[in-house]
């Protein structure tokens, strides 16, 4: 979700105006996403390296996953979404890790549509604590297993998650900054050219269509028949 600050600067707005209208992208897409067959989205709310953005504008986002939860958990509960949180907990404030707990305890039940929202997450950071958590299980003898891909990605925080299978850039620029490292592997790329708080069911049409457009082969190849591994 990114071009909030550009999007309010082209107004002469101030950037927490930026990100209270991303907001409300956000709710859009997310009512939207079901109808074009998405099963789970995964948005990027604040990475580990936003902390270095001034101590206001942390709050200001801080300050929106209040409000939001606040005002919309009820109504996703109700539509049947889970959210699932993906992020260290540890140096949020306390406040938003219980309000986060909430949200994911109150609608684990539901299963018709996946929300996840990364929060304080960096896709490095998540991989490095996935491995730590292989170690120390095996350093306490509860496994013997070696980390392999399968163990690696049991301790993601996406872990049991779908596979991820497009990613969408906003604002133009095209990098991953951090996000999904590892479940981006053969993830199809989009980036669009669109501010995110002017994001919409007609934005996330015209990505799910270029995805459509894509031949996945996985590495394989699409005119020689995969061969059978054992
Ligand atoms: C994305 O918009 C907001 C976050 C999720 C942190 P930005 O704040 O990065 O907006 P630009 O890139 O400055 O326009
Ligand atoms: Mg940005």
């Given amino acids: 979700m990114d071009g909030n600050g550009r999007w309010a600067s082209a107004r002469g707005l101030p950037r927490a105006m930026g990100h209270r209208e991303g907001v409300q992208a956000l709710k859009r897409t997310i009512q939207a996403a079901p109808d074009f067959g998405i099963q789970c989205l995964t948005v990027f709310g604040f990475s580990t390296e936003n902390w270095s953005r ?10 929106l996953v209040r409000t939001y939860v606040a005002s919309d958990l009820a109504r996703l509960e109700k539509a049947g979404v889970r959210l699932r949180i993906l992020g260290r907990r540890d140096g949020l404030p306390s406040d938003i890790a219980a309000i986060i707990e909430k949200a994911e305890r109150q609608t684990a039940h539901n299963d018709r549509f996946m929300l996840q929202v990364a929060f304080n997450y960096g896709g490095r950071a998540d991989l490095v604590d996935a491995a730590r958590r292989h170690m120390q299980r095996l350093l306490a003898g509860e496994t013997v297993e070696p980390i392999d891909e399968d163990t690696l990605a049991a ?7 779908p596979p991820l ?24 790329l989009v980036f669009q050219d669109i501010l995110w708080p002017d994001y919409g069911p007609k934005a996330l049409g015209e990505a799910v269509a270029a995805f459509a457009q894509r ?3 996985y590495g394989g190849r699409e005119d020689a028949p995969a061969r059978v591994s054992a």
């Fill in 54 to 63: 001034p101590a206001e504008e942390v709050s200001d986002l801080m300050g």
């Fill in 155 to 161: 301790g993601l925080a996406t872990a049991g998650s």
């Fill in 165 to 188: 299978d497009l990613i969408v850039r906003t604002s133009g620029e095209q990098r991953l900054s951090n996000f999904l490292l590892w479940e981006a592997a053969y993830a199809e």
């Fill in 215 to 217: 031949e996945r082969r």
